[in-house]
């Protein structure tokens, strides 16, 4: 097949497309490679791709998602089979404070990819929401049926807004969208915004980790690889109509429309603290800790249910937290040549 991976360049993007090279599909990757965190990063995820033994049948475009004639352009050139969709403006602290930049890639993006898979006939739609959607819920562990109504920050909002918007497509349309609400990705070639990334640069610079909430978080940190394995599990499990649904006791999840959302994760909420000395541990440091209140657009804990992909599909994740973190430091060290 040909397959369309937007952010390419990203963590799970990139990981995405050596995945679906080395099935022996054909890849068109596309990425803004937008300055949010590294650029030298971002070149460095594609180098490798490109550096595969099935690099041959991998094509590369910079071209934002928010630019409609571009999208346009690029659906009209290829023939796609299967869209996976994972460029966004991710973090949710920096929506905060860059509001515009999530309207802009979440929103206009999201409506140009959806167009894009509409015209062309796109076999299956595969698109990247978040655990974030859950927002003030409190209620463990995340089911999909939740109502997910109160979102705490704009990236949640602008996530729920896409579950909405591929919804409306596929009932319009009969265009198939499966979206994932990842929770927590963490491993090598991850993100610098992210807290491990940030916990590991400060502890081995000897500087202080900044901890909020004090440390009382619960996060279900899910590790690369099988996030990767879910996002094709899904891939080929295309969606479809839920013959039980009903209208007068809607499920969020499904729909009689060729629509599903899907928690992916790792369904095993780490304390903060923990995890903090799981990462002391791979790095043979103990960390400085600085610890803080709340910051605005955070919830207490994440923590997946992961039943309804895992019948869908057999996604099974299998990484444990600390044979997780031990790879991620092992990979931040011989790529900063520490």
């Known amino acids: 097949m040909k397959?369309?991976?937007t952010g390419a360049a990203g963590f799970i993007g990139a990981?995405?497309?050596?995945?679906?090279?080395?099935?022996?599909?054909?890849?068109?990757?596309i990425d803004n490679i937008n300055d949010?965190?590294?650029?030298?990063?971002?070149?460095?995820?594609?180098q490798r791709i490109e550096n595969s033994i099935n690099s041959d049948n991998f094509t590369f475009q910079k071209i934002g998602i928010e630019d409609?004639?571009?999208?346009?352009?690029?659906?009209?050139?290829?023939?796609?089979?299967?869209?996976?969709?994972l460029a966004a403006q991710a973090g949710v602290r920096y929506s905060i404070e860059n509001p515009h930049a999530y309207v802009d890639s979440n929103l206009v993006?999201?409506?140009?990819?959806?167009e894009g898979c509409r015209h062309h006939n796109v076999q299956h739609l595969v698109y990247a929401s978040s655990s974030s959607v859950y927002g003030a819920n409190e209620t463990m562990p995340f089911v999909e049926s939740?109502?997910?109504?109160?979102?705490?920050?704009?990236?949640?909002?602008?996530?729920?807004?896409?579950?909405?918007?591929a919804h409306t497509y596929s009932h319009l349309y009969n265009l198939p969208t499966t979206g994932l609400r990842f929770f927590t990705v963490y491993g090598p070639w991850g993100r610098p915004d992210m807290a491990l990334f940030k916990f590991t640069k400060?502890?081995?610079?000897?500087d202080e980790i900044q901890v909020y909430n004090y440390g009382d978080h619960y996060r279900d940190f899910t590790y690369i690889d099988d996030i990767v394995d879910g996002i094709l599990k899904a891939?080929?499990?295309?969606?479809?109509?839920?013959?039980?649904?009903?209208?007068?006791?809607?499920?969020?999840?499904?729909?009689?429309?060729?629509?599903?959302v899907y928690n992916i994760g790792a369904h095993d909420p780490v304390h903060l603290l923990s995890f903090i000395e799981t990462l002391e541990e791979a790095l043979g440091v103990k960390a400085k800790k600085n610890l803080l209140p709340m910051q605005a657009g955070d919830v207490i804990a994440t923590y997946a249910n992961v039943d309804a992909l895992g019948e869908a599909t057999g996604y099974r994740p299998k990484t444990s937290i600390k044979e997780g973190v031990g790879k991620f430091v092992e990979w931040y060290k011989a790529y900063y040549n520490v």
């Not at 993006?109 to 959806?114: P, T, W």
């Open 3 to 5: 397959i369309l991976v």
């Open 15 to 29: 990981e995405v497309c050596n995945t679906v090279l080395s099935h022996g599909h054909r890849v068109v990757g």
């Open 36 to 46: 949010y965190y590294d650029i030298n990063l971002k070149e460095a995820r594609l």
């Open 68 to 85: 409609r004639v571009s999208v346009e352009t690029l659906f009209n050139q290829h023939k796609f089979d299967k869209v996976i969709h």
């Open 109 to 114: 993006g999201f409506v140009n990819i959806l």
């Open 146 to 165: 939740d109502n997910v109504d109160h979102p705490v920050s704009l990236y949640a909002a602008s996530k729920k807004a896409n579950e909405l918007m």
């Open 202 to 206: 400060a502890i081995l610079e000897g």
């Open 235 to 260: 891939l080929d499990n295309t969606a479809s109509a839920d013959t039980d649904w009903n209208g007068k006791s809607p499920n969020p999840a499904t729909s009689k429309a060729l629509y599903r």
